[in-house]
């Protein structure tokens, strides 16, 4: 077998679920609540198994493409895993995505409503679903606008039921993510959805403190990415 030399993947989860571990107590929440998004987007498939020997269960991909290329074949010896997508979803990707993902963390629009439900009846199955809020209302990112929010909200609840699972964002680079995050768990308690998706690796800490359910780290487990392909 071919055996890539030691990267390092195993200690930095075992450090980062450390970190996550002690942020909960010290907001006074329950470790266990907190679930860990391994973020594998441009890493080859020995990173992610790397991962996966060392118990970690949760992936999160960008890409449609690059996810139906990696995941798949490893359900079979990994019956535990499971597969977030957390990009922008185009609607002509919304087929694959809902035969592939266990949950997709940003709907945002309600053309990709349409498609994924649409996809889901074809497909029989529906992963769970987050909306993604552009709390930053930046112009240039995925999300729905904040002041659309609840009425999306609303319209997936009805569309979707319990599978709308919660709510997803990524604060704007450079600010503090804090008042982000608590927008997002504001946005969730009035809808009475129970996850929150929030916090990557430079603000995973603030965003448990807050209240995140999951947090999306990718760089602090795997390192540096290497460049687009
Ligand atoms: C890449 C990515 C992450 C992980 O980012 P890191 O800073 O490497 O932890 C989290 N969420 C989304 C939506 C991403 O695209």
Redesign the pocket.
């Known amino acids: 077998m071919d055996t890539p030399l030691p990267s390092g993947i195993a200690e930095r989860l075992c450090a980062v679920r450390d970190r996550i571990n002690a942020a909960a107590l010290a907001a006074g929440r329950d470790p266990a609540a907190v679930a860990l998004?391994a973020?594998s987007?441009f890493h080859p498939l020995h990173s992610v198994e790397e991962a996966l020997a060392a118990d970690q269960s949760v992936f999160?991909e960008?890409r449609v493409q690059e996810a139906a290329a990696k995941f798949p074949p490893l359900r079979a010896t990994h019956p535990n895993l499971r597969l977030h997508l957390?990009?922008g979803l185009q609607t002509n990707k919304a087929r694959e995505a809902v035969r592939i993902a266990d949950m997709i963390?940003?709907l945002d629009r309600p053309a990709l409503v349409d498609a994924i439900a649409r996809a889901a009846d074809a497909e029989g199955r529906l992963p769970d679903l987050l909306v993604?809020v552009n709390t930053g209302d930046e112009p240039q990112k995925f999300g729905v606008p904040k002041e659309q929010a609840d009425a999306f909200i609303r319209l997936c609840q009805q569309r979707f039921g319990p599978s709308l699972r919660g709510l997803?964002c990524?604060p704007p680079a450079g600010q503090n993510p804090v008042p982000h995050f608590q927008l997002l768990r504001n946005m969730a308690q009035t809808h009475g959805l129970p996850v929150l998706?929030m916090g990557?690796?430079?603000d995973?800490e603030q965003a448990i403190a807050q209240g995140a359910t999951l947090v999306?780290?990718?760089?602090?487990?795997?390192g540096p990415?290497p460049a687009l392909a």
């Open positions: 998004v973020v987007k999160g960008n957390i990009g963390e940003s993604e997803m990524i998706s990557m690796s430079a995973f999306r780290v990718g760089s602090a487990i795997f990415r």
